[in-house]
């Protein structure tokens, strides 16, 4: 009896990683434009990017006339952004979370992959893409997933400078990043603290060294 011809490794890794990443869109923009903006937070947001798109006063926030003050506006911003791509809020409001939660699996899997393997990168991206909470965020329209992709991008950054070698290009990211995320949501500046524990390990390298 003749052995069944095997499916080639090459053929199925090939199809593996667009195969995960279809399933991942698919599974995190499930709902979209299917739904209307839930309290307590998107209404606020949305109506707040919707008076910037009607009145054309982006700087700072309102809900019809009366001045929102209580947000950063640039979650606002980028929804404000989308609608004017997509010309629908119920389509465009979600987006933002979205993309920046596709955005964080891409930097995750990148990142493992230059810092360890292949392999590597599979395994922390579908970690992070089956955390519960990750994926909560990404459905919601609220500023903490759109913080925790301006999060990964300055961790990204920062660890291409500091782990794998001397970046600047990456280094000037990971600060723009951190800063960008300060404005979104105030503990933005927190992936900086990095460099602190490297700095420990700098010292204490250099001093082995010279023992």
């Known amino acids: 009896m003749l052995p069944e011809p095997a499916v080639p490794v090459a053929l199925s890794r090939r199809w593996f990683l667009p195969l995960l990443w279809l399933l991942m869109i698919a599974s995190l923009g499930a709902g979209i434009g299917m739904r209307q903006p839930q309290p307590p937070d998107e209404p606020r947001f949305v109506l707040a990017a919707r008076t910037m798109v009607e009145s054309g006063e982006w700087l700072l926030p309102h809900r019809g006339s009366e001045l929102y003050a209580e947000k950063p506006p640039v979650f606002m911003w980028l929804q404000a952004v989308a609608h004017q791509v997509v010309g629908s809020w119920q389509w465009s409001f979600l987006l933002p979370s979205l993309l920046a939660a596709l955005l964080s699996l891409w930097l995750v899997s990148d990142l493992a992959r230059r810092l360890w393997s292949p392999r590597h990168s599979l395994y922390a991206m579908a970690a992070l893409f089956c955390t519960l909470q990750f994926g909560l965020m990404a459905k919601r329209a609220q500023i903490d997933m759109v913080l925790v992709g301006m999060t990964t991008v ?58």
């Open 154 to 211: 300055a961790l990204w950054g920062l660890l291409r400078h500091l782990a794998e070698r001397r970046n600047l290009p990456a280094l000037w990211l990971a600060g723009f990043a951190a800063g960008l995320g300060t404005v979104t949501k105030g503990v933005g500046f927190l992936p900086l603290l990095m460099v602190l524990p490297w700095f420990g390990w700098w010292l204490y390298q250099r001093r082995r060294g010279q023992a």
